[in-house]
């Protein structure tokens, strides 16, 4: 036995004219599938001295579909180059040292047929397709020409060895023409003849017409067909012969100088001489030729069923040929050949390889005519390898193809020695298992459930199992008997049965010597042995340990059961897996520890392999079951599941597994360590066996239709692939066809049933719209018309579906009764003759027999007439056919029975029904409201409410539908047929609506509340999205069904929504509506005035497009501007128009700002002010002027934008507040409280920006501005130093400028003076002392909450963790709360108490009570911040301040600055 690796390849494809070719030097490939196969062939093929001289040496994998043609370049310098062409649409050129795609195209655009290259032209692939479109391609220059000759199928082409531009092309009608390719395609001869596919074209291997001595007027058997035109006698078209063969059974010879045929060869018919065949087959015929380069006077070609001919062309009269192999029999092929590649080897010897249907390429040689060697092929998925033990060496393969191969490895002449079994089979082959002891004695299993034995060394057909699966034979096993068959005697019981388990769950053991007896359920025998009530699981591995005592059992949930002999006492349960089990195998008896035979290697569905010790559950044979759930050794690494495990007879605890990960992988398992993976197939590995006499030998098989025998000490990787290589398997392996699915009841099924979605492609060889599923079977079905899209058996099934059904019988029983045996009817009517005229009274023994023949009911009495009705009826029931048990009892009258039947068992129909009137008014009402339950049963809501209607139950109707959440039925419903005014229908309205509105479906629950009149509600369901254009159309809708204020107020809410996008001419629009949104018009034109105003002084970031036409003017003061536009946009003249206006906006109030308001918003609350302000001057109204612009100051003031604050100065202010002073009249009126707020924020805003325009001139000093504000956050100015806004940044914080002339200084100075003075007005004692009050109120709110949160936080603390009492978590607190971070050390004072704190509180509180409403009402700057700011003045530029102001400061700030805010600024000032 030779060490060396060695490959059981895919068979050849079948009905392609040309898929397999040879060079000199010997190279030949095949193509098998969507691959090409390359066999090394002679000398250099390092075969073992005596064996065959050719190796299988790689694969062109690339192809996504079946390769339909393969062709070499044979020119010298180039046989290293071969073209493939595929059902996939490609043209490949490789090279097969590399075994790589040089280039490819994919010019055609129908399914290519044909394909050579040019032996004539180095760089020239010609190919053909289906609908006759001729490419020639050039591939050193890329270019390419396409000719179309005949609207025909083309089914091989051929190019002149002679001539370089001369093709020959072979249609599927038997045409053949021969084409000029130098002039577009011109059709140089025509050749007609042949009248049925044209198999193979080959030219004479020698120019000119010498070579046969024909005499050609003398020897044609053809008129001479003219071809429409003259051909000129050219040396081109002079010279050669071309030989044709055709299913017609014709070899025809033609003079290409005459364009007609010379001669024609017809095929003998030959006994078949020990063809391993069915005779019965009708087999199609291929006829392929080869002319032999040395021999122009001799032609090889196919016969009918796997010959092959040597024509002697000299004696053509004489029909003279020879016979391949003549001699020996069985040399030849068994089925049909296809094609025939010359091949002339290293040592020059002339062969030529043939391959065939009967899937083996064959070697013959030349000289002798004898077959030199057979590679066999495989034409499915290898299932299963099975060594025999008896007969070393011997290699059982289960294949998909429907044949058992039989390898003998050993065999020392020949490394292919592989017998083929095919009778009986019948279908994929899945599970085999050789007798332990009988030679030759080989059990098989199929995908069909078929269980049988083969006897290998005979030729008889198989013995097969009467009792078969249900589904495939997963696994089959030979075992001890069990009961029944182990109670038989001595002499009547075999030593060893069979067990096989199916697919669908069952284990079944079966007799080896009466195989048509019955097979015996092993589930009945665990069941009774073990006292098992419930269901047992579905089994899907059986496996024997070697001894024979222990059975193992693997199961669809994973489990696997451990049972003993002799009555299947259940041991042990192993719960490791969780994925259905593929494979058990336990390990050999004969290692150096016998402990080790207790090992048992189980693969499931998933990835990881378990190895178990069975030894201490197998010796103490406990009582009970045992539980496992611990492996003793856990083998992972593949990544996919695992279909078959082996372990090696020759190492202890070797073990070796294939998976669906494309690769197979050694393990020791005692170290769990993987020690070398096989990833040489290019697809999921089905089946793995150990070399029973090479322990550096395994075999292996997968769904890519090899067998690979390979050795351990050659691969170069040690565990499965992760990641990217094995996605790049996955890839190989989706390259491979896609089959199509077929469907299958059961998706939890074991490896080959989950197989057979890929078996689609196990027919490789024929063309997807063509014939068999496998393409060898049985031989009975592989050779159909393969290549024939019009299939008889299609034109058949035609005609069947023009057919017309026949109707079903009404009385099927009655009348098989009368088609039974003439002695039964003879009796018949013996029994009802007596019936009839007997007088007296029917005897027993009559009655009986009426009784039993019931169809006599038809001939004698009604009662017995009803008795034959019953039973027929029963009949229909019980074959699920109600509806005719409905006739018959309509035939029999009773319709109310009939409907009472159908209603209870849910079987009413239309039909039924509509007949139930005919039984009375009544049964009618309660047939129809039963059938509208029954409806409601099966979801048929609408349909039974019509029914409902059908009976005028308009109420039940409406209601069943509404209850259904058929809203829209049920509304039509009532609408039709009820009152308008019935409440029905609002509510219907009313429950849709709500359910619409909640589903955020809004426009459509408006409707509905339009529907029921309640327009307010459609109006605020509208509104509920917010966007402005539905608030829009909500405002609009509740306008005109007049809910003017609801109107009013979704206007204003949409016209706000189109401010924020800054779209003022759409707000105008949507507050135009309404009269009673004059004033909030106003409001938003000032806003729009002043947005404007600000954007052009860059003070606004947003920057709007659409302003009003309006709004563009900019000349005059802004007050000014803002009542001239009034005047001409809103014709807002006479005092009454303005006070109308004032009342109205007077009503609405916004809350007070923060530092959180939009701003956009904050721009819209302050111009409302602003508009009252205005307002109230036109009308005069001054206290309301004055206190309007106050509020919008303190609304700028308490959000922090002191920018805005200075612009409403600016705008409104222009000049001061002198002239309000003026206009108001009485100084001492009951106003002055907010004047004076508003003066005091008018001259707080001029002394900051004073003092900024210091702090630009002496950057230092802004060192003391950002200290002097670190205050609370009451005091919002202390935003604008230290977190200025955008807008301020630009202005107010620029860098100093560095060359300032100094006496522009103390101008500034001079003209600051009077403002200094007048800052008096902000040194007010009583709202010093009222927000000193207010600080200490709010800094002891501060010092409660933070006393709570301690509090709280040591809480949590402490019950987290065992930490320090109550007390001391106190204390804590109160020290963090005496030492906060923005005091300086020695400021820290002693806790506070909470009484005390409570003290401080009631003071302060009581302190702001005391102090007049007009003093609180108004707000003031804070006065300590003013003191500030002018003592920092002073500090900056001495002599600025007067000395009384300086004094009348520092005193308020030591009056009033006690509280911590204040305290170390009143410290540095008044030290």
């Keep these: 036995m030779g060490q060396d690796p060695r490959t059981l390849p895919p068979s050849p494809n079948w009905y392609c004219a040309r898929c397999s070719d040879a060079v000199p030097g010997g190279l030949f490939g095949f193509a098998a599938r969507t691959s090409v196969f390359l066999v090394r062939v002679g000398p250099s093929a390092g075969a073992i001295p005596g064996t065959p001289p050719f190796r299988v040496i790689g694969e062109l994998v690339g192809h996504t579909e079946r390769v339909s043609g393969f062709t070499f370049s044979h020119h010298p310098g180039q046989y290293n180059l071969c073209a493939t062409s595929s059902d996939d649409g490609t043209v490949k050129i490789w090279d097969v040292e590399t075994k790589a795609v040089v280039t490819e195209h994919?010019?055609?655009?129908?399914t290519i047929s044909a394909l050579h290259w040019s032996p004539q032209v180095k760089d020239l692939i010609v190919s053909g397709d289906e609908k006759g479109v001729v490419f020639c391609y050039w591939l050193n220059r890329n270019d390419s020409q396409h000719h179309f000759i005949e609207p025909r199928t083309i089914f091989c082409l051929t190019c002149s060895p002679h001539h370089e531009d001369l093709v020959a092309i072979g249609y599927k009608d038997g045409i053949v023409v021969i084409i000029d390719i130098s002039k577009k395609g011109e059709v140089i001869h025509r050749l007609r003849g042949h009248d049925d596919e044209i198999h193979s074209i080959a030219w004479c291997p020698l120019p000119g017409e010498d070579c046969l001595s024909i005499n050609q007027e003398e020897n044609s058997e053809e008129p001479e067909i003219p071809n429409g035109k003259v051909i000129e006698q050219t040396p081109v078209t002079k010279g050669c012969y071309l030989a044709t063969g055709s299913k017609d059974q014709t070899i025809r010879i033609w003079s290409c100088s005459r364009g007609r045929g010379v001669m024609i060869l017809k095929l003998p018919f030959l006994k078949r001489r020990g063809g391993g065949i069915d005779p019965t087959v009708k087999e199609r015929l291929w006829l392929t030729l080869h002319w032999p380069k040395d021999q122009p006077t001799q032609l090889v070609s196919s016969c009918f069923g796997g010959e092959l001919l040597l024509w002697d062309l000299t004696q053509s009269w004489r029909r003279k040929y020879t016979l391949f192999s003549a001699s020996s029999e069985g040399q030849n092929h068994s089925r049909i050949v296809f094609n025939l590649c010359p091949l002339q080897t290293e040592d020059d010897k002339q062969l030529l390889l043939s391959t065939s249907m009967d899937r083996d390429v064959k070697c013959w040689d030349m000289a002798t005519l004898e077959c030199c060697w057979t590679l066999p092929s495989l034409g499915g998925f290898a299932y299963k390898l099975a060594f025999s033990p008896v007969d070393m060496g011997c290699l059982a393969i289960g294949v998909g193809d429907g044949m058992i191969r039989v390898w003998n490895t050993l065999s020392i002449k020949n490394n292919y020695d592989v017998k083929n079994f095919w009778q009986g089979v019948k279908s994929k082959v899945t599970a085999l298992c050789w007798h332990p002891a009988k030679e030759g004695c080989l059990a098989f299993g199929t995908d069909d459930g078929k269980v049988g034995l083969y006897d290998t060394y005979s030729n008889k057909p198989p013995q097969i199992s009467s009792t078969y699966h249900k589904k495939t034979v997963y696994t089959l096993a030979w075992g001890p008997p069990l009961p029944p068959i182990s109670l038989g005697g001595e002499g009547d019981r075999p030593s060893l049965t069979l067990y096989s388990c199916g697919g669908e769950g069952i284990v079944l053991q079966h007799n080896p010597w009466k195989l048509g007896g019955e097979a015996y359920d092993i589930n009945k025998l665990i069941r009774d042995t073990n006292s098992i009530k419930y269901k047992l699981p579905v089994h899907t591995e059986i496996s024997w340990k070697a001894d024979g005592k222990i059975m193992a059992l693997g199961n669809e949930d994973?489990?696997?059961?451990?049972?003993?002999?002799?009555?299947?006492?259940?041991?042990?349960?192993?719960?490791?897996?969780?994925?259905?089990?593929?494979?058990?195998?336990?390990?050999?008896?004969?290692?150096?520890?016998?402990?080790?035979?207790?090992?048992?290697?189980s693969g499931s569905n998933n990835a990881v392999i378990y190895v178990h010790n069975l030894k201490t559950v197998i010796e103490s044979n406990p009582e009970t079951p045992v539980t496992i759930t611990e492996p003793y050794r856990t083998l992972s690494g593949h990544t996919a599941k695992i279909t078959s495990v082996a372990w090696s007879p020759h190492h202890d605890g070797r073990l070796v597994s294939a998976s669906y990960d494309g690769t197979a992988q050694v393990w020791d398992t005692l170290r769990e360590e993987p020690l070398c993976n096989f990833r040489g197939h290019r697809g999921r590995l089905l089946c793995v066996a150990w070399s029973p006499l090479d322990p550096d030998c395994i075999y292996s098989g997968a769904d890519d239709f090899c067998v690979y025998k390979w050795l351990t000490s050659m691969q170069e990787h040690s565990r499965p692939p992760q990641g990217k290589k094995s996605i790049e398997l996955e890839k190989k392996r989706l390259s491979q066809p896609k089959p199509k699915p077929k469907k299958k009841k059961k998706p939890t099924l074991r490896a080959p049933v989950k197989q057979e979605v890929y078996d689609g492609n196990e027919d490789e060889s024929i063309r997807e719209s063509s014939g068999p599923v496998e393409n060898g079977v049985s031989d009975q079905e592989g050779e159909e018309e393969a290549r024939e899209p019009e299939f008889p058996s299609g034109v058949a099934s035609v005609e069947s579906l023009t057919k017309k059904r026949k109707a079903r019988s009404m009385l099927p029983l009655t009348t098989s009764l009368d088609h039974r045996s003439k002695e039964e009817l003879h009796q018949d009517c013996l029994v009802l003759a007596t019936a009839k005229h007997s007088k007296a009274e029917l005897n027993k023994e009559v009655s009986a027999d009426l009784e039993e023949r019931f169809h006599l009911g038809l001939f004698t009495d009604r009662g017995a007439l009803y008795r034959m009705i019953e039973v027929e009826g029963k009949g229909h029931l019980e074959n699920g056919h109600p509806e005719l048990f409905h006739q018959l009892m309509l035939w029999k009258g009773d319709l109310k029975g009939v409907l009472q039947t159908a209603a209870e068992r849910g079987e009413l129909t239309d039909s039924l029904v509509a007949m139930a009137p005919v039984a009375g008014y009544h049964v009618w009402l309660w047939a129809v409201e039963a059938f509208a339950k029954q409806l409601c049963f099966q979801d048929q809501y609408v349909k039974a409410a019509s029914h409902l209607l059908s009976i005028h139950k308009v109420y039940e109707a409406v209601e069943l539908l509404k209850s259904n959440h058929f809203y829209r039925e049920a509304i039509a419903v009532a609408k039709a047929r009820l009152r308008p005014e019935d409440p029905i229908l609002k509510d219907l309205y009313l429950t849709w609506g709500a359910i619409l509105e909640k589903d955020g479906h809004y426009a459509v629950a408006a409707k509905c509340y339009l529907g029921a009149a309640c327009a307010y509600d459609a109006a605020k369901v509208l509104s509920k999205k917010g966007d402005a254009a539905s608030l829009k159309t909500a405002a609009e809708l509740a306008s005109i069904v007049g809910e003017n204020e609801l109107s009013s107020s979704l206007a204003l809410r949409g016209a706000q929504e189109l401010?924020?996008?800054?779209?003022?001419?759409?707000?105008?629009?949507?507050?135009?509506?309404?009269?009673?949104?004059?004033?909030?018009?106003?409001?938003?034109?000032?806003?729009?005035?002043?947005?404007k105003h600000l954007e052009e002084r860059q003070l606004l970031e947003a920057k709007s497009s659409s302003y009003n036409t309006w709004a563009t003017g900019t000349a005059g003061p802004f007050v000014e501007r803002v009542t001239a536009v009034w005047k001409s946009a809103f014709s807002l003249e006479s005092p009454e128009q303005y006070q109308a206006a004032l009342q109205q906006l007077q009503s609405i109030k916004y809350p007070s700002a923060t530092n959180n308001t939009p701003s956009k918003q904050l721009l819209l609350h302050i111009c409302h002010d602003l508009t009252l302000a205005v307002l109230s001057q036109q009308v005069a109204s001054w206290d309301a002027a004055v206190e309007a612009l106050l509020r919008a100051v303190v609304r700028s003031?308490?959000?922090?934008?002191?920018?805005?604050?200075?612009?409403?100065?600016?705008?409104?202010?222009?000049?001061?507040?002198?002239?309000l002073k003026h206009k108001r009249g009485e100084p001492q009126s009951l106003i002055t409280p907010a004047f004076k707020s508003l003066e005091a924020f008018f001259i707080y805003g001029h002394l900051y920006e004073f003092w900024w325009s210091l702090s630009r001139h002496c950057p230092k000093s802004s060192v003391w501005v950002r200290a002097?504000?670190?205050?609370t956050a009451s005091v919002e100015q202390s935003q604008q130093i230290n977190n200025a806004t955008p807008e301020e940044t630009d202005s107010g914080d620029s860098q100093p400028e560095p060359n300032r002339p100094p006496e522009?200084?103390?101008?500034?100075?001079?003209?600051?003076?009077?403002?200094?003075?007048?800052?008096?007005?902000?040194?007010?004692?009583?709202?010093?002392?009222?927000?000193?009050?207010?600080?200490?109120?709010?800094?002891?709110?501060?010092?409660?909450?933070e006393m709570i949160r301690q509090h709280q936080k040591s809480q949590v603390c402490k019950s987290t963790t065992n930490g320090p009492d109550k007390n001391e978590s106190e204390q804590a607190a109160e020290q963090s709360l005496s030492s906060p971070q923005n005091e300086c050390k020695e400021e820290k004072n002693q806790p506070l108490s909470l009484p005390e704190l409570t003290k401080r509180l009631t003071e302060a509180n009581e302190k702001i009570a005391?102090?007049?409403?007009?003093?609180?009402?108004?707000?003031?700057?804070?006065?300590?911040?003013?003191?500030?700011?002018?003592?920092?003045?002073?500090?900056?530029?001495?002599?600025?301040?007067?000395?009384?102001?300086?004094?009348?400061?520092?005193q308020l700030l030591q009056k009033y600055g006690n509280t911590k805010v204040y305290k170390r600024y009143c410290e540095t000032f008044c030290t």
Aim: proline residues 4%.
């Design 106 to 110: 994919a010019l055609h655009q129908h």
């Design 558 to 601: 994973g489990s696997i059961e451990i049972f003993q002999v002799p009555n299947l006492k259940l041991i042990c349960t192993i719960q490791q897996h969780h994925k259905l089990v593929n494979t058990i195998s336990w390990h050999h008896e004969h290692g150096s520890q016998p402990e080790l035979s207790y090992l048992m290697a």
């Design 1059 to 1091: 401010l924020l996008a800054r779209n003022w001419v759409g707000a105008q629009e949507a507050l135009k509506l309404h009269e009673s949104l004059k004033g909030q018009r106003l409001v938003f034109c000032l806003l729009e005035l002043l947005s």
């Design 1197 to 1219: 003031y308490d959000s922090g934008n002191f920018t805005i604050m200075q612009e409403v100065h600016s705008a409104f202010l222009p000049e001061g507040c002198d002239h």
């Design 1268 to 1271: 002097a504000h670190r205050r």
């Design 1304 to 1345: 522009l200084d103390v101008r500034l100075t001079e003209e600051s003076k009077q403002m200094l003075i007048t800052c008096k007005e902000l040194f007010s004692e009583k709202h010093a002392s009222l927000q000193n009050s207010q600080r200490t109120v709010a800094e002891v709110q501060e010092t409660l909450a």
């Design 1410 to 1450: 005391k102090f007049p409403e007009s003093v609180k009402i108004w707000p003031f700057p804070d006065v300590l911040e003013c003191c500030l700011i002018l003592l920092h003045i002073g500090s900056q530029c001495p002599g600025s301040v007067t000395q009384d102001m300086q004094q009348q400061a520092q």
